[in-house]
């Protein structure tokens, strides 16, 4: 019998963190980078690619499909893009490993081909709901099937999709993607309505490839038929990665930290507003548009935070940062609440789930519900917010970042489990996290074979 540890880390309580950092590149743009490269007519050129698991896995799908990318270094990429009809399909499942976002996004690139594609993922992606991408993408007479609305995902080869007019029932960016580049193969003019503001790097990008869009209000609509023309990308650095930074930043006792050259579009900057409504000292400067996504530095210091009720506008704004916000609103004066957060249930582990769980063995004082959370808050704003204790990421990325962050305010060591997935979207989290101040181990997976 063999059995295998998987890697873990041990992080000791730390004073503080400081420095000057750039965190990598963004892993939404990242992904749709590739994707539109790779259906455009010509080359186009990234710089700042996120070179993490996710857009690796979209990258490799891509050269399958027949797609030459090169990559001259880790974080540049040059795409040669096939054109409208290019792609060629493989008799193989196309791996998408950890990434929701390139498996729903390929499900609307794939939609409207003349072959058969089908999609698979690692254990988490496997279970994760792929219907609120398939069922619109039906619509419009793409034939997929799930199983009980879950990867494999089977995509049929039709060339003959129709423009719908789409009320989306979630506020899901991804949903809103896949019927953006499947709409780009249809017959007349697609509308897709999001019931909140979702992140719009689609929007930003097919704007850039040359494609017209039209936004008015919640509805974006695109015509059929319109070609890409290659372009050239600079990726900035990714706020939700910058997040667990400011956070450190806000717990930390001391220290002042700055994070240079990050993704500052309004649609995935919510953690930055909820940190200032709890009286975070962040500062933005040097804000500028470089492309089609705008970026800025940051700089961060100690701050006394307060709870918050997390205004409900914010919420899909900052749907990636809510499991290192429930660290912030630990070390808060006074208590948190989020409501409306049920999507949380259904990201790469159940994460309201998942760290409340961490938070008990923490000990601390919260309340689970079932679209969010109540935390009491530690009720002073420099003392220890955690106890020490072991924590079981459920391998996932951003609640073993997050949880290496609690180490600030933690009264012992933490050890958190199953730390593997962080380079799924933040290659090199430890070493930039140690460099700022965090006193964190890595403990590779080692054969526990007895
Ligand atoms: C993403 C959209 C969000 C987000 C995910 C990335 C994207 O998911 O949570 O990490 O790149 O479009 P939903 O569309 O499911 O909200």
């Given at each position: 019998?063999?059995?295998?540890?998987?890697?873990?880390?041990?992080?000791?309580?730390?004073?503080?963190?400081?420095?000057?950092?750039r965190v990598p590149g963004d892993k939404s743009v990242s992904h749709r980078s590739l994707?539109?490269?790779?259906?455009?007519?010509?080359?186009?050129?990234v710089d700042g690619f996120l070179e993490s698991?996710d857009c690796l896995?979209?990258l490799?799908?891509?050269?399958?499909?027949?797609?030459?990318?090169?990559?001259?270094h880790a974080t540049s990429l040059?795409?040669?893009?096939?054109?409208?009809?290019?792609?060629?399909?493989?008799?193989?499942?196309?791996?998408?490993?950890?990434?929701?976002?390139?498996?729903?996004?390929?499900?609307?690139?794939?939609?409207?081909?003349?072959?058969?594609?089908?999609?698979?993922?690692?254990?988490?992606?496997?279970?994760?709901?792929?219907?609120?991408?398939?069922?619109?993408?039906?619509?419009?007479?793409?034939?997929?099937?799930?199983?009980?609305?879950?990867?494999?995902?089977?995509?049929?080869?039709?060339?003959?999709?129709?423009?719908?007019?789409?009320?989306?029932?979630?506020?899901?960016?991804?949903?809103?993607?896949?019927?953006?580049?499947?709409?780009?193969?249809?017959?007349?003019?697609?509308?897709?309505?999001?019931?909140?503001?979702?992140?719009?790097h689609?929007?930003?990008?097919?704007?850039?490839?040359?494609?017209?869009?039209?936004?008015?209000?919640?509805?974006?609509?695109?015509?059929?038929?319109?070609?890409?023309?290659?372009?050239?990308i600079d990726v900035p650095a990714d706020f939700s990665s910058a997040?667990?930074?400011?956070?450190?930043?806000?717990?930390?006792?001391?220290?002042?930290?700055?994070?240079r050259g990050v993704g500052?579009?309004?649609?995935?900057?919510?953690?930055?507003?909820?940190?200032?409504?709890?009286?975070?000292?962040?500062?933005?400067?040097?804000?500028?548009?470089r492309g089609?996504e705008?970026i800025?530095?940051?700089?961060?210091?100690?701050?006394?935070?307060?709870?918050?009720?997390?205004?409900?506008?914010?919420?899909?704004?900052?749907?990636?940062?809510?499991?290192?916000?429930?660290?912030?609103?630990?070390?808060?004066?006074?208590?948190?609440?989020?409501?409306?957060?049920?999507?949380?249930?259904?990201?790469?582990?159940?994460?309201?789930?998942?760290?409340?769980?961490?938070?008990?063995?923490?000990?601390?004082?919260?309340?689970?519900?079932?679209?969010?959370?109540?935390?009491?808050?530690?009720?002073?704003?420099?003392?220890?917010?955690?106890?020490?204790?072991?924590?079981?990421?459920?391998?996932?990325?951003?609640?073993?970042?997050?949880?290496?962050?609690?180490?600030?305010?933690?009264?012992?060591?933490?050890?958190?489990?199953?730390?593997?997935?962080?380079?799924?979207s933040f290659p090199g989290?430890?070493?930039?996290?140690?460099?700022?101040?965090?006193?964190?181990?890595?403990?590779?997976?080692?054969?526990?074979?007895?």
């Amino acid at each position: 019998m063999s059995a295998v540890d998987p890697d873990r880390w041990y992080v000791a309580p730390a004073e503080g963190v400081a420095g000057e950092i750039r965190v990598p590149g963004d892993k939404s743009v990242s992904h749709r980078s590739l994707m539109l490269g790779g259906i455009a007519d010509g080359v186009t050129t990234v710089d700042g690619f996120l070179e993490s698991e996710d857009c690796l896995a979209t990258l490799k799908a891509l050269r399958a499909l027949g797609v030459a990318i090169e990559r001259p270094h880790a974080t540049s990429l040059r795409i040669q893009g096939v054109g409208a009809h290019g792609l060629r399909g493989v008799d193989f499942a196309l791996d998408m490993g950890n990434a929701g976002t390139a498996m729903r996004l390929f499900m609307g690139l794939l939609a409207g081909q003349s072959f058969d594609s089908t999609l698979v993922g690692d254990s988490s992606l496997m279970r994760r709901p792929m219907e609120r991408a398939a069922a619109p993408l039906r619509l419009m007479g793409a034939r997929i099937e799930t199983r009980e609305g879950r990867p494999p995902v089977l995509i049929r080869g039709t060339t003959a999709l129709q423009s719908i007019d789409f009320r989306m029932p979630v506020a899901s960016a991804q949903v809103k993607s896949a019927v953006l580049l499947a709409a780009l193969r249809a017959q007349g003019v697609t509308r897709v309505t999001e019931p909140a503001p979702t992140r719009d790097h689609t929007e930003r990008m097919l704007a850039g490839f040359g494609v017209e869009l039209v936004r008015e209000g919640p509805t974006v609509s695109l015509r059929g038929g319109q070609r890409l023309q290659g372009t050239h990308i600079d990726v900035p650095a990714d706020f939700s990665s910058a997040a667990f930074f400011m956070v450190a930043g806000c717990i930390a006792r001391a220290g002042s930290l700055t994070l240079r050259g990050v993704g500052m579009n309004p649609t995935r900057t919510g953690l930055l507003d909820i940190l200032r409504a709890m009286g975070a000292d962040i500062e933005v400067t040097g804000l500028a548009t470089r492309g089609p996504e705008p970026i800025a530095d940051l700089l961060i210091r100690p701050s006394a935070l307060r709870g918050i009720e997390v205004p409900q506008a914010l919420v899909p704004l900052a749907i990636d940062e809510f499991p290192v916000f429930f660290i912030a609103a630990a070390c808060a004066n006074g208590p948190s609440l989020l409501r409306g957060a049920e999507e949380l249930r259904v990201k790469e582990s159940d994460r309201l789930a998942v760290m409340s769980q961490g938070l008990t063995a923490l000990g601390v004082e919260h309340h689970l519900l079932p679209d969010g959370m109540q935390l009491a808050g530690c009720g002073n704003s420099y003392g220890p917010a955690f106890r020490g204790g072991r924590i079981d990421s459920h391998g996932d990325h951003r609640i073993a970042m997050s949880f290496a962050v609690a180490s600030l305010r933690a009264a012992a060591d933490i050890e958190i489990l199953d730390t593997a997935n962080v380079a799924t979207s933040f290659p090199g989290f430890a070493e930039l996290a140690r460099g700022c101040g965090l006193r964190l181990r890595e403990v590779p997976a080692t054969d526990a074979s007895r």
